[in-house]
Every structure is written in C-alpha cells, then in structure tokens.
C-alpha cells in the first residue's frame, strides 16, 4: 500500500516544493552576498550621477543599501522612490536616505550627459513638459555638431570645463 499524497493533490506538493525552494534561493543568495540578504546589514551608500529611476528605486529598496546620493535631478522619475504610498505595510518600511540633487552645475551636467545616449520622442516631449527644453535643446545642438564624440573622449573633469560655459546658462533657465 502506498502512502497518499497530503490533502489537495498536485497544488500542495508544488506549494511546499516551491517554499523550500524559496528558502534555499533566499540562503544562497544571503551566503553569496557576504551575508548581506534580506535581513542582513544595510549599511551600503550608493552614489550615482542621476536620481534613481523606478526600477532602480525598487532594487535600492530591496538591496542593502542605506543611503542614495545623487547629483542630478531626473523630473521625469521624481517622486518615484517613494513606495509608502503603494501600501500600509510599505509606508511602515524605513525608506533609504537619500541626498541630492547638489542645485548646482554640476547637477545639470549630470542630466545632460545622462540625456546624450537617446531621447525617444514621447520622452523628449515629457522633458520639455516638465520644463527641460533648453537642456533637450542642448542635446540636440551637441548631437549635431559631432560634440558628444569629442565629450566621450574626454574624462570627466575635461568635459565638465568643456561644457562649464553652458552648464552656467542652463542654470539661468532651468527650473529648480
């Protein structure tokens, strides 16, 4: 006589396997980490160039990050990191502190050189909504005039004097 399979057939068995397969994965990616897993430490600080976007957000919230630093605003993702307006049980979360934009030039050369790989239309169109179309603008001017292939050839403290000149005058027009 064979033993009978617990109560509800094929759907307990795949819920059990799929639990102790959770717990397995979860141990796995913990000891692969260095010990930094869902309950492990958060005491990470990412510093990136531009505000995080929603995808970023959800891996820095998931991640053993304590702190996002950035330099750049990003208007079209504002707001976004913001998860405790998804749920009660996500408002009770402590969110990860955050510290940008700088307000300065070199938040807008952030922005702009996050803004020279592709602006699709109906992106472009949502920056100049939000208040970008001198920066959109400038991307366009620099595209045309073969200047990004000279920018990509300079480090960064060489691109940042390159553009300094411009960087002050978006200053005057963007919004804050």
Same mark, same amino acid.
């Given at each position: 006589? @064979? =033993? &009978?399979?617990? #109560?509800? %057939?094929?759907? +307990? !068995?795949?819920?059990? *396997?799929?639990?102790?397969?959770?717990?397995?994965?979860?141990?796995?990616?913990?000891?692969?980490?260095?010990?930094?897993?869902?309950?492990?430490?958060?005491?990470?600080?990412?510093?990136?160039?531009?505000?995080?976007?929603?995808?970023?957000?959800?891996?820095?919230?998931?991640?053993?990050?304590?702190?996002?630093?950035?330099?750049?605003?990003?208007?079209?993702?504002?707001?976004?990191?913001?998860?405790?307006?998804? @749920? =009660? &049980?996500?408002? #009770?979360? %402590?969110?990860? +502190? !955050?510290?940008?934009? *700088?307000?300065?030039?070199?938040?807008?050369?952030?922005?702009?050189?996050?803004?020279?790989?592709?602006?699709?239309?109906?992106?472009?169109?949502?920056?100049?909504?939000?208040?970008?179309?001198?920066?959109?603008?400038?991307?366009?001017?620099?595209?045309?005039?073969?200047?990004?292939?000279?920018?990509?050839?300079?480090?960064?403290?060489?691109?940042?004097?390159?553009?300094?000149?411009?960087?002050?005058?978006?200053?005057?027009?963007?919004?804050?």
């Amino acid at each position: 006589m @064979s =033993a &009978r399979p617990p #109560r509800g %057939g094929n759907a +307990a !068995r795949r819920s059990a *396997r799929s639990a102790r397969f959770n717990r397995v994965r979860r141990a796995r990616c913990d000891r692969a980490n260095g010990g930094y897993g869902r309950r492990g430490r958060r005491d990470l600080v990412l510093t990136t160039t531009l505000q995080p976007c929603l995808q970023c957000a959800a891996v820095i919230r998931l991640g053993p990050i304590a702190a996002v630093r950035f330099a750049g605003p990003d208007r079209y993702w504002d707001g976004c990191h913001d998860f405790g307006k998804l @749920s =009660a &049980r996500e408002a #009770r979360r %402590g969110q990860p +502190a !955050r510290t940008g934009p *700088r307000r300065d030039e070199l938040d807008i050369f952030a922005t702009l050189i996050s803004r020279l790989v592709h602006l699709p239309p109906a992106y472009e169109e949502a920056l100049r909504a939000l208040g970008e179309g001198p920066m959109v603008d400038l991307v366009h001017e620099l595209e045309g005039g073969r200047e990004v292939d000279r920018l990509a050839a300079m480090d960064v403290i060489e691109g940042f004097g390159y553009l300094w000149p411009r960087l002050q005058e978006l200053a005057k027009v963007l919004p804050a």
